[in-house]
């Protein structure tokens, strides 16, 4: 369980750290999905079914293609992005 939790609390660390003033997407858009993305986390954290697999991936993946993150949170969410294996 500590092997899927903490790459999930590094990624959403990295998240925040990397949220700058000078991103051009919408901040309050950026927001709202950061914490859809929390949640779905959270609740696939702690309730591993398929479909809270595909939620978490899907907020996930749309933190990365609304321009949401910068440096190195792109690179580590595309990897929890693809490391989880949904069926």
Known sequence: MKKIIIPIVLAFS??????????DTND?????????????GTT????KSDENCRAYKAA???????????GAAVISTQGVVDGLNCS
């Open 14 to 23: 990295i998240l925040f750290i990397s949220c700058s003033d000078d991103n």
């Open 28 to 40: 309050e858009d950026c927001t709202s999905l950061s914490k859809d993305a929390l949640d779905k």
């Open 44 to 47: 696939w954290g702690t309730e």
């Open 60 to 70: 996930m993946q749309k933190l990365l293609d609304n321009g949401c993150l910068e």
